[in-house]
């Protein structure tokens, strides 16, 4: 493999990376001062950011296994100068930015317990009482915040679910 081709595959997976940890940051972000009024649409882009990541791991496994080659540190350790220091850092970034997504994904779930322990919602966008009390001017108001906390529930769940696999596995075990 060219130097440059495979220099370039392993920036473009290290800004997959990074793409991945910043929409989990807004994910969280949004959790934490909106509710989960966005948590569908930042949910959206985190998926994006995984499916960009996945592409960009795939791609960089496939042009570096050519050589019989798995990992970066394999790839490190057999590279002229100056790519075996730059695969090296490289590795040690994307393994930083790994233990991070890490870390915000647990922020991320710890969030999201707290609102269903709490029974927390988004910010009302309803009107009308609580799901308990049937308003004399909108008898419907209680089945509007019934059906609000299931829609805010399932979207919850669907983070979860989102939450699971974040970085590619071939990229877990390419970083050890």
Known sequence: MVPADLSSLVWRERRALDGVLFALQTVRLHLEHSGERWLDRTLDQ????????????????????????????????????????????????????????????TRVLTLLTVRETTGATAPSTAVGPGPDVRSPIDPHAGIDADLSSALAAQTRVRARLALTDLVPSELGDLLH
Do not use: C, N, Y
């Open 46 to 105: 985190l998926r994006l950011a995984v499916d960009a990541l996945r592409v960009a791991t795939l791609e960089r496994t496939v042009m570096s296994t050519a050589d019989g080659e798995r990992s970066l540190r394999e790839l490190a350790a057999t590279a002229a100068a100056p790519l075996d220091g730059i695969l090296a850092e490289h590795r040690a970034a994307m393994r930083e930015r790994v233990r991070e997504i890490d870390a915000e994904r």
